[in-house]
């Protein structure tokens, strides 16, 4: 029995020591991003590949740029 190809899940990294808790990320992909009190964010760090869009759009909306996405850990031809 062989499995279809599943797609890759991503890799999300936040860096806490830039996060200041501006939630632009929670609201860019609230499936990944969560801000508890002022300023614990919670993140999903192996989302789903179909939440590349939401997750990329979150990377491009933090101010600080503490947000950064790779591929998982067998992309070798990311465009
Ligand atoms: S947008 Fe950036 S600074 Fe704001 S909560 Fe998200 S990761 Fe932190």
């Known amino acids: ?11 999300v990294v936040v860096d806490l020591n830039r996060c200041q808790g501006y939630a632009q990320c929670c609201y860019a992909a609230p499936e ?5 009190g002022h300023e614990i964010l ?7 590949a179909e939440r ?3 997750i990329e759009r ?6 600080v740029r503490a947000i950064s996405l790779q591929a998982g850990p067998d992309d070798g ?3």
């Open 1 to 11: 029995m062989t499995s279809p190809a599943e797609p890759e899940a991503l890799r």
């Open 32 to 36: 990944a991003f969560s801000l508890h």
């Open 42 to 48: 919670f993140y999903d760090p192996a989302p789903p």
């Open 52 to 54: 590349r869009g939401a």
């Open 58 to 63: 979150a990377v491009q909306a933090c101010p």
């Open 77 to 79: 031809d990311a465009p």
